[in-house]
């Protein structure tokens, strides 16, 4: 029998398991029943972590197991990779699905809701033509109820490309794909340009060999506009799939000769879609060998999993989180309300040059609730461990702008948690918990309660 893998980047999130899942088994037209999903460390005969996670509460008589590896991608990169196979995928195996997740709507960004996430489908592509691609919004905020033309747009062309969008209530005729290239110019025509006049607007023009469309690449002097990134990578897949075989050049973008060098992911789509930059000269630019590998060196290794024990196999629970590599959570509040964390201690003063008025944020924020106990975790290797320990010092401005504020009965702990090495204890009393490249997990000396509960409960489980 077939098992389901999904490789991801993210930490796994139930939530989002629920809809992945939903989805796959509508895709493949498979029966299941489910129930409350929770995700379960795999440990080998050593009782150490196997580095593979299996999904409990999706039954189906097509699905033996579904397990979850991390990963890291060598470009620009969706969230999940969903594979229907027997054996563990290599990277020469094609993905049954790709999934890309935002928690980001129409009301807070539409750049980041659409445009940057476009360009890990115009990338995947590239190496998974036959792969079906899908846009999950997994929604905190209310979902805007007039979206913008911008957001409309973007989300014809994902439309086009194929891409099905859930998690959000879309009106088909409103997001219909487009038809023609002539559409599409002409939808784009009607969309409002910035007010901004340092802006450059986003024009298509199309002339008998040729179509240009504008956008600034152009930022802290080098190729580095995301949200222009996206939207132009969009845009020309699009004209591509619409069957346009002709010049597609680039104006308007700021750039100077020295800023089209090395292996920037839009020169490398630029190479793939057959793109020009007016004025430069363009070299080869070619994709990595494999679009993603096994993670092995990361401190995410770490973090994710403590936090997937201790929300799996104990009752508490995060109220924050931004692991490395990973999309940054909202924070959540006692009430179950999810704010968006603020950038700055002090906007005006940061502005005006203090760097040190920039909001320092952990990788993982966790609520014991027994314990009435909040632990600010910093994740780092084990060879970078003491400067986790100095960075733990920087947090006195998150904890009293969130900790206290919405936690205020809390008593407030903050610890590092480690990735790597074949050590097998540690020292120093700020490391709360170490996750050795062989999988032994080792508690600290003062490590916190919901530590040893989370682990203590791991091991019952498998004996």
């Excluded at 990338?123 to 905190?140: A, D, E, I, Q, R």
Aim: hydrophobic share 35%.
């Amino acid at each position: 029998m077939k098992n389901l893998w999904i490789l991801t980047e993210e930490r796994p999130k139930k939530q989002s398991l629920e809809k992945i899942l939903d989805y796959f088994a509508g895709y493949q037209s498979i029966a299941y029943k489910g129930g409350d999903l929770w995700i379960c460390p795999l440990l080998n005969s050593e009782k150490c972590f196997d580095f593979t996670y299996e999904v409990k509460g999706f039954n189906s008589p097509k699905v033996e197991h579904v397990y979850i590896k991390t990963i890291s991608g060598s470009s620009s990169f969706v969230d999940y990779l969903l594979y229907y196979q027997e054996e563990q995928p290599t990277t020469q195996d094609t993905p049954l699905l790709a999934i890309e997740e935002t928690k980001t709507d129409d009301s807070e960004s539409r750049n980041t809701g659409v445009y940057q996430r476009a360009t890990k489908f115009v990338v995947l592509n590239f190496f998974y033509p036959h792969t079906k691609c899908v846009m999950l919004y997994s929604l905190h905020v209310e979902q805007k109820k007039n979206p913008t033309d911008t957001y409309i747009f973007g989300t014809r062309m994902l439309s086009t490309l194929g891409v099905d969008i859930i998690g959000k209530k879309l009106d088909k005729e409103l997001y219909k794909p487009f038809s023609t290239i002539e559409e599409l110019i002409a939808t784009k025509q009607l969309v409002s340009k910035p007010k901004s006049q340092t802006n450059v607007p986003v024009e298509i023009e199309q002339y008998d060999d040729s179509i240009s469309v504008s956008g600034r690449l152009y930022k802290d002097d080098r190729l580095a506009h995301d949200p222009s990134i996206g939207t132009l990578s969009l845009i020309c897949a699009t004209l591509r799939k619409l069957g346009w075989d002709k010049d597609i050049v680039i104006t308007r973008h700021g750039l100077s000769q020295k800023h089209v060098v090395g292996n920037n992911k839009f020169l490398q789509i630029a190479d793939k879609l057959h793109l020009s930059l007016q004025g430069l000269a363009l070299s080869p630019c070619n994709l990595p060998d494999s679009y993603w590998h096994y993670e092995i060196k990361g401190e995410k290794l770490g973090t994710i999993f403590i936090h997937t024990v201790v929300e799996n196999l104990t009752s508490s629970f995060s109220v924050f989180d931004n692991h490395a590599g990973c999309e940054k959570s909202y924070f959540k509040t006692a009430d179950g309300v999810h704010i968006p964390l603020e950038k700055y201690v002090d906007r005006g003063l940061y502005k005006a040059g203090d760097k040190s008025k920039r909001l320092a944020i952990p990788d993982l924020v966790l609520i014991d609730i027994d314990s009435k106990e909040s632990i600010t975790i910093e994740g780092k290797t084990f060879a970078n461990r003491l400067k986790g320990i100095e960075e733990l010092k920087l947090y006195d401005s998150f904890e009293a702008m969130y900790l206290d504020k919405y936690y205020p009965h809390y008593a407030h702990k903050r610890t590092v948690v480690l990735y790597g090495s074949n050590n097998d204890s540690v020292i120093e009393v700020e490391i709360g918990f170490l996750l050795n490249q062989d999988g032994k997990m080792v508690l600290g000396i003062n490590a916190p309660t919901i530590f040893i509960t989370a682990i203590k409960n791991l091991m019952a489980y498998w004996n």
